[in-house]
Every structure is written in C-alpha cells, then in structure tokens.
C-alpha cells in the first residue's frame, strides 16, 4: 500500500503519535471505528502514526522496542515514528523496521518537550542543531523508499523559530512536516498558536500539518481554516473517542454528526480491550486501565464504574462491569464536555438508545 503524501486528497486526517497510547491495539481501533469513510486519504480510513521508539533500542535489538514496532494489516497505511539523535543509527533504526516490517511511512520527532528525551539532544533539542537535523533526515531518506516526516513544535522557547528550520527540514529532503503550535519552553500549556502555524503553511511547498488544540470536530474544521494547512494531526482528541475521524467525515461532508450512543461505546472498548489482550496478554488487563480513564472521561453518572473498573486485573472483571454499564444505562446521562459537538448536539447520547 503506497503512501505518497503530495498526492493524498486533502485535507489529510491522521492520528497523532502519542508515546504509550498509540500503540498496535489502539491504531486498530482507530481503523476499525473509521471502516466505510469515504474522504480524507481515498482509502476509507484515517492514517495512523505509531507512538515513537528509540532508534538506538531498535538498532541494538532490543525485544521489546522492535515487538512496538510491529505492524498488523489492519493498521495500514501506518507511519512509525522515530527518536534519537544520531544520523547513522536513525538510519539504521529505519532501514532494519522497513526490512521487518515495511510501514508505510517514518516520521521523525523533532518537537518532544519531555525531559527525558531532549537531554539526550532528541525531540526538541534538534530544532537548535538544524545541521544535525539536516544529516539525520538525508541518512533516513539514503536508505528507506518509504515517505520521511517530521514532527517540529514552533520552536524552543522563540514561536518564531520554526519559520527557518521548516525549510531548513524541506531543503533536506522530508516529504511532510507537522508542526505543533506551542514551544518545547511551552510544554503542553498555554495555547497552540495557530498563526504562526498559517505563516510556516506559506513559506513551504511540501504539506503541512496543523497539530495542537484540535480536540473535537468543530475545532478540526478551525483549525484547517485557521492556519491553511493541508490536514491535521489529532492527538488528546482521539484518547477514548476513535470516533471523532469518522465524525470529522461527517463534518467535512456537511452532514450532522452522528451521536455515540452506550451500547457502541461499550462495543468499542470491549473490542479495543480484545486487540489489547492479543498484544499484552492478560496482563494487559492493567495496562488498558488508562484507556479506560479517556473512554468515560466527563461521562455523568460513569465515576463509580470507573472506580471498580480501575481494581479489574482480569478480562471477565472488564466485561462484567461493561455489561452492568450497558444494563444501568439510564443512570448514564448528559454529555461530557469534549463530546459537546455542536448547538444541536444536546440530547442524553450515552443513555441506552
């Protein structure tokens, strides 16, 4: 399955990487929530980004870094997402994960804010070192045939800083560039600074995504208007909502948004706990908690489930406390605030249908 990005229809609709979150469990929900769509790719469903690995683990074979980067067919067309900082051993990193497992795509971080990773002169700190920056993305394209992204933030404590290393990083040969509207100084706070994003779009020849603040539908179609770009990215918006790329589709197509009633919820997550299972085993049962946090996020009526389903460490535990949900469902009532949509979006839509 080739993925060209100059020549997807637009806008591109793609789920961002997000470390421990967007693992294979997760990127096969996402796809199967989106079956049947017609826009965005061509292909019926959103692209996917892989949560990012250290390039130095897969080059020294580390089991579980190279297990992370193994791809179902589901999945496709899927992007994995590379750190480090070395140009010989990125390039490595790729070529043995394109040898392995033949994504369609790599993208490399340069924009995480996290500690752990830009003290290692990864993520963020790349956007101070445009040369390296420039060696990395040249290694990568020497020896892949796939397409090479980069994920940049606007800068690392300057918002203007990203106006230079964008072309810097087209001059070196990347293919697409997403740019997170906030600094590494930033972090997560304050607010994505869709402007400057709009200012990077026109000095560019090659896509642009727009990342950042782009939690619901509504916002999606703000953010395309606001900033030009050629898609997005959607991060924390996807985190318990697989929905909300079909429901984008709905958007962009001018028709209503389709409510998510109890009974597809619990399906969804019961299906998202199986494919979590098949990766993790049963202790996987632990580990699929945090999911569970986003799935019922802001859902009246969903705090005592929550609570007994946060003690479960067995799979028929999960599925007894789904079902009690699904059987109670009166007692679940109101819309959460991230899944307010739009004026019109005002009925119980997590009561039984």
Not at 5 to 34: E, G, H, N, Y
Request: proline letters at 5%.
């Amino acid at each position: 399955m080739e993925l060209n990005w100059a020549k997807i229809p637009q806008p591109i609709i793609a789920l961002s990487p997000m470390a421990d979150m967007t693992d294979s469990a997760f990127c096969r929900v996402v796809k199967d929530v989106s079956k049947g769509g017609s826009i965005m790719n061509g292909i019926g469903a959103p692209i996917v980004f892989r949560e990012m690995v250290s390039a130095e683990a897969v080059v020294r074979g580390n089991d579980k870094t190279l297990n992370m980067t193994d791809v179902h067919d589901d999945e496709r067309p899927i992007v994995q997402q590379l750190f480090g900082s070395d140009p010989a051993t990125m390039a490595e990193a790729a070529r043995i994960i394109e040898e392995q497992h033949h994504p369609e795509g790599f993208d490399v971080n340069m924009g995480c804010p996290v500690y752990k990773i830009v003290h290692n002169f990864n993520g963020a700190a790349l956007m101070k070192e445009p040369d390296l920056a420039t060696k990395i993305i040249k290694a990568i394209k020497a020896v892949t045939q796939v397409p090479l992204s980069i994920k940049i933030r606007t800068g690392w404590d300057d918002p203007r800083e990203c106006l230079e290393f964008s072309k810097v990083v087209e001059s070196a040969g990347a293919d697409l560039i997403t740019l997170h509207g906030r600094t590494k100084a930033q972090g997560y706070s304050g607010q994505s600074d869709w402007g400057m994003i709009r200012e990077v779009k026109k000095g560019l020849s090659i896509p642009l995504l727009a990342n950042g603040d782009i939690h619901t539908p509504p916002l999606t179609l703000d953010a395309l208007e606001a900033t030009g770009c050629d898609g997005v990215l959607i991060a924390r918006g996807a985190l318990g909502n697989p929905w909300i790329f079909p429901q984008i589709e709905d958007l962009l197509a001018g028709n209503e948004v389709k409510p998510i009633f109890l009974e597809e919820r619990i399906r969804v997550i019961k299906q998202h706990l199986n494919f979590h299972l098949e990766q993790y085993g049963e202790r996987g049962v632990v580990t699929f908690r945090k999911h569970l946090s986003w799935y019922f996020r802001g859902i009246h009526g969903a705090k005592p489930y929550k609570l007994r389903l946060h003690q479960t460490k067995m799979a028929e535990e999960v599925y007894a406390v789904l079902d009690e949900m699904l059987a109670n469902g009166l007692e679940l009532q109101g819309l959460s605030d991230r899944d307010a949509l739009h004026p019109q979006a005002t009925e119980r839509v997590f009561m039984k249908k």
